[in-house]
């Protein structure tokens, strides 16, 4: 008996080793849509995540998927669908804020500075203080993504803390290309958009749509839209798949600032996109966007939406919900 509870013993210490092996050379990350997401188009198409995999002697399967909204993916990271996921500041930092003591939820790098406009074909919306109950404002992710808790933000200073949510009742969840199209051909009841690149420089090109408000208005200067994310398990279980993903994201946002012309056709080719290349290398070049992993005013958020209780827990840096690799980068 002690000879057979002995072998069993080995046998699952040996099943669990083969599964952490397994664990390491695989990941599965997802991205939105819009040029926020570059770095990873440039990582995706350059295998550059498998090629740092390789320096290491370690060869990596790499998933790649599409989703829109922060709600859903947050939803796949908690149920193991996915091992990395990306979306904006907000989303991210409630999900680290609920998971703080158990999963550990973290940022892994940031994916740019990029603002976000909000835009509008009502003539009548000059100011936020001019939308009404009869507009109707498209989000991503109503009353939770990054365009919302950035309206929320700004709504407090205006209405007082306690009417922060004011807009929420008025926004609507839809994905950005479909919120585009109904913007520019008008006639349906969303009227307004929190939109990201490039679906603003195509919205603006119709003379019926207008800027409202910058998020870099709102927070204070350049400030990171997206950023990645994933648990302390898989970070700490899989140290060089996590070292491969992180010097890929590195080098991608490097040869982004040396190659602009080139990163514009990789989205192209990557999201298949049907933008003429010169509009893409346009948003590319454009000053106000900057394809940086380094998080710039993050803090802002983390502060304000603990003001407003929508954090519970109070984070004394950036640092505290980044991962310890990201601390090589300058940050705020």
């Known amino acids: ?48 995540i498998e090629k740092h995999g390789k320096a290491q002697g370690l060869d990596i399967d790499v998933d790649w998927s599409q989703i829109s909204g922060a709600t859903a993916m947050n939803e796949a990271l ?6 990395v996921v990306s979306a904006g500041v907000p989303p991210m930092l409630t999900l680290w804020d609920r998971t703080k003591g158990r999963q550990n ?7 740019g500075s990029l603002p976000n406009y909000l835009i509008s074909n009502n003539p009548k919306v000059k100011t936020l203080k001019d939308l009404s109950d009869k507009d109707r404002i498209a989000v991503p992710a109503a009353g939770t993504g990054f365009q919302s808790r950035t309206l929320q933000i700004e709504t407090a200073k205006l209405y007082g ?17 479909d919120a585009t199209a109904a913007l520019m051909a008008g006639g349906s009841e969303i009227n307004t958009h929190f939109s990201s690149a490039p679906f603003y420089y195509q919205a603006l090109e119709n003379k019926n749509v207008h800027k409202v408000i910058s998020s ?7 400030a990171t839209f997206n950023v990645l994310y994933t648990t302390q398990k898989f970070h700490d279980e899989n140290p060089k798949t996590y070292k491969a993903f992180y010097a890929a994201l590195v080098e991608a946002s490097q040869w982004i600032k040396a190659n602009k012309p080139k990163a514009a056709e990789t989205f192209i080719r990557v999201q298949k996109s ?6 893409v290398r346009k948003i590319v070049e454009d000053p106000e966007n900057d394809f940086t992993i380094s998080p710039f005013r993050t803090y802002v958020y983390a502060d304000e939406l603990n003001k407003l209780g929508v954090l ?17 980068q300058p940050g705020s």
Do not use: C
């Open 78 to 83: 908690l149920a193991n669908a996915l091992d």
């Open 1 to 48: 008996m002690p000879f057979t509870l002995t072998r069993l013993v080995a046998g699952l210490a040996l099943a669990s080793a083969t599964l952490l092996a397994q664990a390491e050379g695989r990941i599965s990350i997802a991205q939105q849509f819009g040029i926020g997401y570059l770095v990873l188009d440039v990582v995706q198409d350059q295998k550059l």
């Open 105 to 111: 939820v973290k940022a892994v790098a940031a994916l």
């Open 216 to 222: 870099y208005e709102i927070l204070g200067g350049p």
């Open 161 to 177: 803390k306690d009417d922060f949510k004011r807009f929420d009742n008025i926004s609507v969840s839809l994905a950005h290309p």
């Open 274 to 279: 049907k933008l003429p290349l010169d509009f």
């Open 312 to 328: 519970k827990n109070r984070a004394a840096s950036w640092k505290d919900y980044f991962f310890e690799e990201a601390y090589a």
